[in-house]
């Protein structure tokens, strides 16, 4: 296939990347969501949170390995380079997923009296995969370096990101609970709304002044004058998501479901900024993805294999949502 040249593979397999970074971020980010705003002082809501999320939770990580995967075999250097810089943060990660793992499990088979030092395990679990996902992206956004300036940088970062998921979370509460914890939840999504609103507010103004290339990418016309809608549309959706949030609940749950989908598009739209500040770096102001991609032949070899195995994965996800659709039911372990 004539199209099928080592360029426009490195930018179909950055493309797959990036759509399986963004997937992560949106599908384990609500349920990461969720176990950071477990409430910790009702059993029965807790219970009806973890049910919400349990039949997806495990198919949402895919996205994550399917993500590495991808950076691992079309664009090893990369993958090296980013990984190296990044080995105490990935491994506070796993460790984090790894807690929620066996809390999610241990919770249903202990004595009741001790169900409750599980939940909190599940919570600290997320907190932990929250604050270091965020503290990983801050690092890459000042150029894998570890200076003072950057270790806050990115320490800010973890938190804007922990109040994002935080945000997401309470989202996918309102449309999938009713009563109480659905109020709950929408009292919660306004206040981590807000955090996050002013954690990407401050993070778009920081970014241009640290990074020269970000700067010359918002600044230059007459692409400035496209990309300026992306920050527009991302805070219009702020502004609308909480007058929505002001008039929930409505009766028949009407509308239940507007905060998730406004929350969708501000993550697209903070992705779409991120790319778009970087691109065609894929390690910041040092490898393009052309530079880092492997071989035409091996691209080749993993693009086959690539379109054959994600229509499953997408037709399997698109399934467990169809089937677990509607309401949160009570908590059931098998």
Request: net charge neutral.
């Amino acid at each position: 296939m004539s199209w099928l040249t080592a360029e426009n593979l490195a930018l179909v397999f950055a493309a797959l990347t990036a759509l399986s970074l963004l997937l992560y971020g949106i599908l384990d980010g609500y349920d990461l969501g969720v176990g950071i705003t477990l409430p910790m002082h009702n059993e029965a809501w807790r219970d009806t949170a973890i049910a919400s999320i349990g039949p997806f939770w495990d198919a949402n990580e895919t996205w994550l390995v399917m993500a590495v995967g991808l950076l691992l075999v079309a664009f090893p250097a990369a993958h090296s380079a980013i990984l190296h810089a990044m080995y105490l943060p990935a491994a506070l990660l796993l460790i984090g997923l790894i807690l929620r793992g066996v809390a999610f499990d241990f919770r249903a088979k202990v004595k009741p009296a001790q169900k409750r030092n599980w939940d909190w395990t599940f919570k600290a679990g997320s907190l932990l995969a929250t604050f270091s996902q965020g503290f990983m992206l801050g690092i890459y956004v000042m150029g894998l370096n570890y200076q003072l300036s950057s270790v806050l940088f990115a320490s800010f970062s973890g938190l804007c990101v922990t109040a994002a998921y935080a945000m997401i979370g309470n989202a996918w509460l309102i449309g999938k609970t009713s009563g109480e914890l659905q109020r709950h939840a929408i009292a919660s999504c306004k206040k981590s709304g807000v955090l996050t609103f002013g954690g990407i507010l401050a993070v778009s103004m920081i970014n241009p002044l640290v990074n020269a290339n970000v700067y010359a990418v918002w600044t230059e016309p007459p692409l400035a004058y496209f990309y300026a809608a992306i920050p527009l549309l991302c805070f219009g959706m702020f502004a609308l998501g909480y007058l929505v949030l002001k008039r929930l609940p409505l009766p028949d749950d009407k509308g239940a479901w507007l905060p998730f989908w406004l929350t969708l598009i501000i993550f697209v739209c903070c992705f779409a900024g991120l790319v778009l500040s970087f691109y065609p770096f894929v390690v910041p102001n040092d490898m393009t993805l052309y530079e880092a991609a492997s071989s035409k032949e091996s691209l080749q070899i993993i693009f086959f294999g690539a379109i054959f195995v994600l229509p499953f994965i997408l037709a399997y996800t698109a399934v467990a949502y169809y089937a677990f659709r509607g309401k949160a039911d009570d908590l059931k372990y098998y």
